[in-house]
């Protein structure tokens, strides 16, 4: 039986723990060459488990991000995939909250998703090839809680 995803190369940001492990758990189960980039060393060992390639980098260095998905698509000859799933949860009360939340959430949370995409774009683009973006949101952005403004505001898909 051939399975859906045999063949393709897939990025997954945030997949040493939770949904980006559950995620690229998913997309190794279904074929595809999964490269799971975590910014914690000990993800390494949980995401060369769940049988997917682990890379070291922290989103927030968009050189470094950048290069990593230059390098999946050196080393495998081709991108398929781009999952946007990294993201950090801080949290203060909206009244109290400052300014450095909020850049730090911005960093983590918005500016690698747009990174991300452009670098996979331009590399699916230059091959000729189709593939998918996926960028994961919150619920969070549809029903805040109390000193998760930031959160949400960072974390929101383009609801209509």
């Known amino acids: 039986m051939t399975k859906r995803l045999e063949g393709q190369t897939i990025f997954v940001t945030g997949a040493g723990a939770g949904i980006g492990l559950g995620i690229l758990k998913a997309l190794v189960s279904e074929g595809a060459v999964a490269y799971g980039l975590d910014f914690m060393p000990e993800a390494v060992a949980t995401i060369r488990e769940a049988g997917g390639r682990p890379i070291t980098v922290d989103v927030t260095n968009a050189v470094a991000f950048v290069q ?43 500016r690698p998703v747009l990174v991300g995409a452009q670098a996979a774009a331009r590399i699916m683009v230059a091959d000729g090839r189709k593939g998918a973006i996926v960028n994961v949101a919150s619920v969070h952005a549809a ?15 383009c609801w209509r």
């Not at 990294?86 to 400052?98: I, M, V």
């Open 68 to 110: 990593a998905i230059n390098d999946v698509r050196g080393q495998s000859g081709r991108l398929d995939g781009l999952v946007n799933n990294a993201g950090q949860t801080l949290t203060q009360p909206f009244l109290e909250a400052d300014i450095a939340l909020w850049d730090r959430l911005w960093q983590v949370n918005q």
């Open 143 to 157: 029903a805040s809680d109390l000193s998760y403004e930031g959160y949400a505001g960072t974390k929101g898909p």
